[in-house]
């Protein structure tokens, strides 16, 4: 039996080699130089020695893996930076969606994830914050299959900063159909909002287009910025990047302030509809995600081509002595390019949890959706949504509906499964086991919907759902049993809750295909 992982939170290196490593979700994280132990609060005398291969059991966590010794982004600029009087609050809030990975740096906390997706554009400087942004379509099949809530990660701002699709009925802003994309901003030191940071001393790439244009920041003296590495050419294989090249991207996930539209002025009126409450909080639904910053990109070869378009619908709300306001979405979202003949057109709709299912006048036939019809010519599906505003004597409040659409071609056969709809209680019927040592864990959960669509979810993804309340129960030799998140070791994994049956349940169960 392999021994059991050092306490999450401690300090430990092999005696005759410099790597230090921080325990936390039972895997070493190298911690790779002064810097960052600052940043993280740790300290030197709490490092403790086993001989040399004494952590060899204990996985390693990949997350600035990459990076070798350099000092990533994710703990220079932190989620923290605060607004004007007016606005006042953090900017920027991080995600704590599926997979992600927590971590306090200079005492606030940072998400951290991994995300797959294709470049859009070619990237553009900021010299006012400094950093140098790329635009990421995301992979959503990637996605969905490692448990990520795809309607969790695009938010309704990453649909509505973008030009519509949408075609007639757009003019007042307020019916929006747009691929939905999610910035990666490449910081560079000083930060906008945090120009007292401390600078990382292997920060030191230079260019002279990028002139900061704040006279009031510290190093401003008609110098450029420095940056980790070079932003055209990112870490760690240091090769530009572009549009159409499918990365992967590996940093901190944020949600940023509500902003107006950047190419039309008419999505204001439907930004400001979308709009929760004042200023910068988090649960504003016009909020949009960011991964700000990456730590590093890598280029990989490209899968399948699918198609993945975000839609917005709001009314604003009136008073009942006047007609209710109501906007109106009719568009056509083409399939990709057919791979084959025999291929299978599939498509799912992710509607948004923003959604006042109440203010649906037209969609599909129980008004929890859009109204979804498959064109053949070309390939794709229409998709119709109407939606009106609320009437009070307070003067009401609006209509809203967003929803994602996901299309892609695959070999004839069953849809690939998504995710569980509702809060439950949900029968998983399949579990995928993982063998490590002696010991066998559950890597992944299953089963169907009420609908008849599959769904799964990996360990990490339904143990958050677990927390979040959704609720799951395993069936074996006609005794029913809930699916709990147990520890071990300092560790989460799944199990059903005690019963007649001494095995854990789960372990009784096909694996998911």
């Known amino acids: 039996m392999s021994p059991a992982p050092p306490p999450d939170g401690s300090l430990w290196q092999e005696q005759g080699r410099p790597e230090i490593y921080w325990i936390r979700d039972a895997e070493r994280l190298h911690i790779p130089n002064p810097y960052v132990m600052e940043a993280l ?43 004007a009087l007016w606005n006042a609050g953090k900017v920027y809030w991080p995600l704590p969606a599926a997979t992600t990975k927590r971590l306090v740096a200079w005492a606030q906390e940072v998400r951290t994830i991994e995300l797959r997706g294709w470049i859009v554009g070619n990237g553009g400087p900021n010299k006012d914050d400094p950093d140098f942004s790329f635009d990421l379509e995301v992979d959503a099949r990637w996605t969905l299959e490692r448990g990520i809530d795809l309607s969790e990660l695009v938010k309704v701002g990453n649909i509505l900063q973008l030009p519509s699709e949408q075609g007639d009925g757009t003019a007042d802003g307020r019916a ?15 930060p906008k909002g945090q120009r007292d940071r401390k600078k990382p001393p292997d920060w030191v790439f230079e260019d002279p287009e990028f002139l900061l244009n704040d006279p009031t920041a510290p190093e401003f003296d008609q110098k450029p910025p420095t940056w980790p590495f070079d932003p055209k050419k990112p870490a760690p294989a240091n090769v530009a990047i572009g549009d159409g090249d499918y990365v992967r991207v590996y940093g901190s996930l ?90 299978v057109l599939h498509f799912r709709e992710i509607v948004g949890p923003e959604t006042d299912t109440g203010t649906i006048i037209e969609g599909n ?89 599959r769904w799964v979810l990996s360990r990490d993804a339904a143990i958050a759902a677990i927390d979040a309340g959704t609720r799951f129960y395993a069936e074996s030799d006609g005794r029913r049993a809930d699916v709990v998140a147990a520890r071990r070791f300092g560790r989460r994994y799944l199990k059903t809750r005690g019963d007649s049956v001494r095995r854990n349940n789960l372990l009784r169960l096909p694996a998911c295909s």
Not at 255 to 264: C, E, L, M, V
Not at 289 to 299: A, G, R
Not at 414 to 424: H, I, K, R, V
């Open 176 to 190: 929006w159909c747009a691929k939905p994309l999610i910035k990666m901003e490449i910081v560079g030191f000083p």
């Open 254 to 343: 944020v949600t940023d302030k509500r902003h107006k539209g950047y190419f039309s002025a008419t999505v204001n009126d439907a930004v400001e509809l979308w709009a929760t409450g004042l200023g910068n909080n988090e649960d504003d639904d016009a909020r949009w995600t960011e991964v700000h910053p990456p730590d590093w990109f890598e280029v990989l070869p490209a899968p399948g081509s699918q198609v993945l378009r975000g839609v917005v619908v709001v009314a604003p709300g009136t008073f009942p002595w006047r007609a209710r306001i109501e906007s109106t979405l009719d568009v056509d979202i083409p399939a990709p390019p057919k791979p084959a003949p025999g291929s």
């Open 41 to 83: 609060d740790l300290d030197w005398n709490a490092v403790q020695t086993v001989p040399q291969g004494g952590l060899d059991h204990i996985p390693l966590d990949p997350s600035w893996a990459p990076l070798g010794g350099a000092t990533p982004g994710s703990v220079v600029h932190v989620p923290q930076n605060v607004g």
């Open 365 to 453: 036939a129980t008004l929890t959706g859009g109204g979804i019809t498959q064109t053949t010519s070309p390939d794709g599906i229409h998709v119709h949504v109407k939606v009106g505003g609320r009437r009070s004597f307070v003067g009401g409040s609006p209509g809203k509906f967003r929803a994602l659409y996901w299309l892609s071609w695959d070999e004839p056969g069953p849809t690939p499964p998504g995710p569980p709809l509702g809060a439950g209680p949900h029968l998983v019927s399949c579990a995928t086991k993982r063998r490590s040592g002696r010991l066998t864990a559950i890597a992944a959960i299953g089963g169907v919907n009420t609908n008849g669509s």
